[in-house]
């Protein structure tokens, strides 16, 4: 089939969309699909043999697109939308596949030709608007009721996590709702800087609590500091947060030292994609203490596969991929998380069987290879009728 994929975010870039958004153009292509990928006109070049990339031209002075809702990213929707149009009168696409508020620009594109529509659901869009900006709180009856349109007028819907799926199932036909979570990177790619040795950052021994990920609010970078305060003198651990930028790395180093606790924590900044294993396999303890949220975090995934032991803060966001049997599940106040830490660092023998039941489950559910039988099982419910009959598998569960 011809696909034209609409990816409204800067591509090549090292975070999640971007990464799922390569991965499933690089097996769609494999699987003889010709693709015309158009995303924003900043990112990296990459080329996926069988796909075209194509950018968009947005005009002088919209540069660093930020992760999120926008002025800047509205900008740049709208210039998708005219470089959408432009191709799709040009062309005969099977195939319109559209990661998260592009799938509108599907449907306007559909007064032009026929074609069937892709829904990569990423989020929950109207509940994302509303955490954001409380204010929009009251839009969210008719932000709802627009999203409801675009499921029902999909022809399938590519769901991120389980409660993504729960909401479009419960607003289309089941059969057109496919799971389809990100995967755990396998870190393939060659190092482009100087590995460090994360225990060689501190003075005095002790385990090592390792995050990785953005150092945005919801992220719970406060909580986890307070976590690390609030542990006994006898019971330490060192601490290592790779990510953010400049600004909030100086910030969370200032609070670290205000807080008495600076010389057991460490803020690395942004690390290269490719070195991620080479980090994660240091770690006796990998830290995901965000505070709210229903996306799955990518970095999740790698963190399963990693074999180490994880704790998170007990939310959808998390409990819907991670279990009591392969995670410590903490709830989301510091002095749980506290709690958790302390356990874990008691308790090797705990982390090992955490870690090796994670990994586990990640090879079973979490691989490149589980990624690209779903999908390809998805897309096989659009290709024609003998193969909705082979392949129709609506909403596979996580577990």
Same mark, same amino acid.
């Given at each position: 089939?011809?696909?034209?994929?609409?990816?409204?975010?800067?591509?090549?870039?090292?975070?999640?969309?971007?990464?799922?958004?390569?991965?499933?153009?690089?097996?769609?292509?494999?699987?003889?699909?010709?693709?015309?990928?158009?995303?924003?006109?900043?990112?990296?070049?990459?080329?996926?043999?069988?796909?075209?990339?194509?950018?968009?031209?947005?005009?002088?002075?919209?540069?660093?697109?930020?992760?999120?809702?926008?002025?800047?990213?509205?900008?740049?929707?709208?210039?998708?939308? $005219?470089?959408? @149009?432009?191709?799709?009168?040009?062309?005969?696409? =099977?195939? #319109?596949? /559209? %990661?998260?508020? +592009? *799938?509108?620009?599907?449907?306007?594109?559909?007064?032009?030709?026929?074609?069937?529509?892709?829904?990569?659901?990423?989020?929950?869009?109207?509940?994302?608007?509303?955490?954001?900006?409380?204010?929009?709180?009251?839009?969210?009856?008719? $932000?709802?009721? @627009?999203?409801?349109?675009?499921?029902?007028?999909? =022809?399938? #819907?590519? /769901? %991120?996590?389980? +409660? *993504?799926?729960?909401?479009?199932?419960?607003?289309?036909?089941?059969?057109?709702?496919?799971?389809?979570?990100?995967?755990?990177?396998?870190?393939?790619?060659?190092?482009?800087?100087?590995?460090?040795?994360?225990?060689?950052?501190?003075?005095?021994?002790?385990?090592?609590?390792?995050?990785?990920?953005?150092?945005?609010?919801?992220?719970?970078?406060?909580?986890?500091?307070?976590?690390?305060?609030?542990?006994?003198?006898?019971?330490?651990?060192?601490?290592?947060?790779?990510?953010?930028?400049?600004?909030?790395?100086?910030?969370?180093?200032?609070?670290?030292?205000?807080?008495?606790?600076?010389?057991?924590?460490?803020?690395?900044?942004?690390?290269?994609?490719?070195?991620?294993?080479?980090?994660?396999?240091?770690?006796?303890?990998?830290?995901?203490?965000?505070?709210?949220?229903?996306?799955?975090?990518?970095?999740?995934?790698?963190?399963?596969?990693?074999?180490?032991?994880?704790?998170?803060?007990?939310?959808?966001?998390?409990?819907?991929?991670?279990?009591?049997?392969?995670?410590?599940?903490?709830?989301?106040?510091?002095?749980?998380?506290?709690?958790?830490?302390?356990?874990?660092?008691?308790?090797?023998?705990?982390?090992?069987?955490?870690?090796?039941?994670?990994?586990?489950?990640?090879?079973?559910?979490?691989?490149?290879?589980?990624?690209?039988?779903?999908?390809?099982?998805?897309?096989?419910?659009?290709?024609?009728?003998?193969?909705?009959?082979?392949?129709?598998?609506?909403?596979?569960?996580?577990?």
């Amino acid at each position: 089939m011809r696909i034209l994929f609409l990816a409204p975010h800067p591509f090549f870039a090292e975070r999640g969309t971007p990464i799922a958004v390569r991965q499933a153009v690089t097996v769609l292509c494999k699987h003889g699909h010709e693709i015309d990928l158009l995303t924003y006109h900043e990112g990296e070049d990459i080329e996926i043999p069988g796909a075209r990339l194509i950018r968009i031209r947005p005009g002088p002075g919209i540069r660093n697109v930020p992760i999120g809702f926008s002025l800047r990213k509205l900008v740049c929707d709208a210039w998708m939308a $005219l470089a959408a @149009f432009r191709l799709v009168r040009r062309h005969d696409y =099977d195939v #319109v596949h /559209a %990661v998260e508020e +592009a *799938v509108f620009i599907g449907l306007m594109c559909r007064t032009l030709r026929r074609f069937k529509l892709v829904y990569d659901m990423d989020s929950l869009m109207p509940d994302q608007i509303a955490e954001k900006w409380p204010w929009a709180r009251s839009l969210l009856p008719p $932000l709802r009721w @627009f999203e409801g349109q675009a499921i029902r007028r999909s =022809d399938l #819907v590519l /769901a %991120v996590c389980q +409660a *993504v799926a729960d909401r479009a199932a419960s607003t289309t036909a089941p059969s057109r709702v496919h799971l389809l979570p990100d995967m755990a990177f396998d870190g393939e790619g060659t190092e482009t800087g100087e590995i460090e040795a994360l225990r060689g950052l501190f003075r005095a021994e002790a385990p090592l609590a390792l995050y990785v990920g953005n150092l945005e609010h919801y992220q719970g970078i406060d909580l986890m500091l307070e976590a690390v305060a609030q542990l006994p003198p006898e019971k330490p651990c060192n601490l290592v947060v790779i990510g953010g930028g400049e600004g909030a790395t100086r910030h969370y180093s200032e609070k670290a030292s205000e807080m008495r606790i600076g010389e057991r924590v460490r803020f690395l900044g942004h690390r290269p994609l490719s070195m991620l294993g080479h980090y994660l396999e240091q770690a006796d303890i990998l830290c995901s203490p965000r505070l709210r949220g229903v996306n799955t975090p990518m970095k999740i995934y790698s963190y399963m596969a990693s074999g180490r032991a994880v704790l998170a803060t007990d939310i959808p966001s998390h409990s819907q991929v991670l279990d009591p049997g392969c995670a410590l599940l903490a709830p989301a106040t510091p002095s749980a998380f506290a709690t958790g830490l302390a356990r874990l660092l008691d308790d090797p023998e705990l982390r090992e069987t955490l870690g090796r039941s994670a990994a586990g489950k990640a090879a079973r559910l979490y691989s490149a290879s589980a990624f690209a039988d779903r999908l390809t099982r998805a897309y096989a419910t659009i290709a024609g009728p003998e193969a909705v009959q082979d392949e129709m598998c609506p909403c596979p569960p996580t577990g």
